[in-house]
């Protein structure tokens, strides 16, 4: 597509495909068992030590709720956020509480309410607009506590910062979704320029298996300089 920001009908596509997938989902991809999901299960060894047991953790797109309720086994206490209301559905099937509709940018939490934010899937479907809103959102909540090794996980999908439309096959059904692409150096910059300090980063597969490999996500751990 050639553009680099989502439109309203990207968006209410990408709702629309959530909605209608979340059971298929759920079964085929996100609740299987550890061995089958190593990139996700690798994803969440890199972010164990950057919680503290008793921490209280945020995942914004916390989808069917399978990284929410591995980031549990830490022994972080974690609340999860989505804009599907059908996924959370599922994820409300599988773990305990904790689970909000609600969109990033709108935060519906106080200040100062976590000690650390898990952005993995959701971040391919933020555009620089989103992240102008999203960023000081997850700052915003983030509690002020300077002797942590990090405060975040963000995820984005790597390429040359068009929009990307493509087609992913669940459960025999072929169904179209949106998502944005980043380069390295621009969405480094969109950290620094909001005062995020990157910890690590790295570059991994998985997800959509159609662009796995031709959109590799950027996995990044940041920390705030307050």
């Known amino acids: 597509m050639d553009t680099r920001f989502l439109d309203e009908s990207a968006r209410a596509q990408n709702r629309e495909f959530y909605d209608a997938i979340a059971a298929e989902y759920a079964e085929e991809r996100a609740w299987i068992p550890h061995n089958e999901q190593a990139i996700r299960s690798n994803l969440l060894k890199r972010v164990k030590p950057y919680l503290r047991t008793g921490d209280k953790a945020l ?16 022994g972080s206490e974690c609340y999860g956020i989505d804009l599907s209301s059908a996924m959370l559905a599922e994820a409300a099937g599988r773990i305990d509480d904790h689970l909000l509709q609600g969109d990033a940018s709108l935060l519906p939490f106080k200040d100062d309410s976590f000690d650390f934010v898990y952005c993995e899937a959701a971040g391919e479907h933020m555009d620089k607009n989103d992240l102008a809103r999203v960023l000081p959102e997850f700052k915003r909540v983030i509690k002020k506590d300077i002797g942590r090794k990090a405060h975040f996980l963000f995820s984005v999908r790597l390429g040359d910062g068009h929009v990307v439309r493509v087609y992913d096959t669940i459960n025999s059904i072929v169904r179209p979704k949106v998502f944005t692409t980043y380069g390295q150096e621009a969405v480094n910059k969109i950290f620094w320029k909001n005062d995020m300090r990157i910890i690590e980063q790295q570059r991994t597969f998985g997800g959509t298996p159609s662009v796995q490999y031709t959109f590799p996500w950027l996995d990044t751990i940041l920390k705030i300089n307050f």
């Open 59 to 74: 995942v914004v797109g916390t989808g069917t709720g399978r990284d929410q309720d591995l980031l549990q086994e830490t």
